[in-house]
């Protein structure tokens, strides 16, 4: 004979939290699913398969409240979702709660006085209706009672860290470090793994010199060189998170886990580990690795992206066509003499819409661009003069002032997130945090405006380089003439330079004209007229700033003309 039990019995709500996964993996949670199952059975209840679980929910700091399952069933009850009546099983009292009884007590008033029935499983008393003076007291004395007990915890582990910090100088707080170091066995420090160390220089100094993490990744795995666990290949987000790591430069930040992820907890601890970049290295990296998190205002991507074994095209991603103002395609035909290379509009290319009808030979188009773009200072990239080393080296704390404004921005982004997803936090320490990195971020724009205008001031010395056609062509030569990893390294840097300083590169190509315009992030700008039976004469070039532009004519003669009036040479 089969029972069939009535179908209208009360429904049971079993509520489980564990703040852990290591409870997870223990017995917590089949201990306190077996204690419902058995009550909701002997009491005749109808248990929901509901998913009332939070994991990594602290009652303490009230997450399961605020963003966990607990307080989803909360907005349940005061949606009139759960029908009245319904049991709430619960372990304990401290399974919805470890906050101090005043905040405690307002989910289990809220809960009976929807009309449910909540139950405690530990002692078995039941909370319905009006709840007895006896039952209220005993409520608030484990709520206060488990409240305390994690403020001990909390306060241990925090004491606990404190001690450790004190002694920091002697002994390291944790076996925790980055692949390129081992603790030292009596614990007082790290030592450097050279062979790892060295790989992670190199990272560095391609990422500050401008080269993309998707490049360093191919030229690592193309070199063979081993990950440092020996297996797998280097990855995108393998080299990311060196280079987005502080312990490069020595800095440690402890962390604490908050709701399944890692917090900051406290402020970072310098020269803890021992630095293995330098600080202008690492900073002079942020600024490309942050640059490509967002799109620029122009909308273009950033300039990821396999480039070529010698990064063919200095252009990528920053030259258009000057009709439909898509990208300029790099067209590769064979190698000289048979073949050549062109830049053509992708639109055109695919015979989709655009009115350009004619493609610029590529090294025709460099050495042109190279030759008449002064603010390129190429000089200071491939030259070793006294000037061109003084450049370089303002050009390298630039990016670094760059970098340090990208990081410090960034930081400040982490630190609102960290004050909207903690649900109790020290908002003493946030709003410390936030107040020193906008002085550190007004001191890195005043250090960064400082290096531009002394950057200014060099390039107006440099231009005496570009009087010179035959130390321009030589400088053009000698960026062709590099080989191995020092061409790939010399070339990002200039295609990185040119990121930084062009906001727009706009090409035309015709039977009858042939040009193009440069618009400059200072709000400088320069058109190029060339003559089309001969890429690499020029007719005329226009540059400056509206309202009033320099007309360089094909004699050597320079006018100065009012925007309003100009007129070209080039048809």
Known sequence: MVMTLPTDRPKAYS????????????????????????????????????????????????????????????????????????????????????????????????????????????DERVFKGKISFEDLIISIAKMSRAN??????????????????????????????????RLTPDRMGFEVLEDHAAVVRRIFDEAASGIGTFTIVRRLNEEGIPTFT????????????ILSSAAAIGTFQPNRMEGGKRMPD?????????RIVTQAVFEAAQRGRLERKTKPESGRQGSGGPKGKHLTNLFSK??????????MHYQNKGTPPKGQSYLVCSNALR??????????????????????????????????????????????????????????????????????????????????RIKKAELDLVAAKKLENQLRHEISVLDQTALTYYSRPDQVAELIERVRAARGGDVYKLRAQIA?????????????????????????????????????????????????????????????????????ELTFDGK
């Open 318 to 327: 920053l030259a258009v066509c000057d009709y439909c103002r898509k990208p």
């Open 351 to 432: 015979n989709f819409g655009c009115e350009m009808i004619g493609r610029w030979r590529y090294d025709q188009f460099e050495s042109t661009f190279l030759s008449f773009v002064e603010q390129l200072d190429l000089a200071s990239l491939v030259s070793s003069s006294e000037h061109s080393s003084k450049r370089h080296e303002v050009a390298f704390q630039h990016d670094a002032a760059v970098g340090r404004i990208k990081m410090l921005e960034d930081e400040q982004r982490k630190i609102y997130e960290i004050g909207l997803k903690m649900a109790n936090f020290d908002s003493a320490f946030i709003a410390q």
């Open 230 to 241: 020996g297996k797998g290949g280097w990855q995108n987000s393998t080299v990311n998170k």
């Open 496 to 564: 990185s330079r040119l990121q930084s300083l062009i906001s727009e590169l706009r090409l035309t190509v015709d039977p009858d004209t042939q040009r193009f315009e440069v618009v400059f992030r200072d709000g400088q700008g320069m058109t190029l007229f060339v003559d089309p039976e001969d890429p690499g004469k020029f007719i005329q070039k226009v540059s400056g700033r509206a309202p009033d532009f320099d007309v360089l004519s094909a004699d050597g003669t320079v006018v100065q003309v009012p925007a309003g």
């Open 15 to 122: 509520y489980v939290r564990m703040s852990t996964e290591v409870q997870l993996k223990g017995d917590s949670l089949r201990r306190q699913r077996e204690a419902s199952r058995k009550y909701a059975e002997l009491h005749s209840l109808e248990l929901v398969n509901f998913n009332l679980t939070d994991v990594n929910k602290s009652g303490y700091r009230g997450e399961n409240v605020a963003s966990g399952a607990f307080g989803k069933f909360l907005d349940d009850v005061r949606q009139g979702k759960i029908e009245r009546g319904s049991y709430l099983l619960v372990e304990s009292f401290d399974r919805m709660s470890r906050q101090e009884p005043i905040v405690a007590l307002k989910p289990f008033i809220e809960i009976v006085e929807a009309g449910l029935v909540l139950v405690t499983l530990d």
């Open 266 to 274: 406290g402020d970072p601890i310098r020269n803890y580990f021992p």
């Open 148 to 181: 305390e007990e994690s403020a001990r915890k909390s306060d241990r582990l925090s004491q606990a860290w404190k001690a450790k910090r004190a002694v920091i100088s002697q002994k390291k707080l944790t076996a925790r470090c980055p692949s390129w170091l």
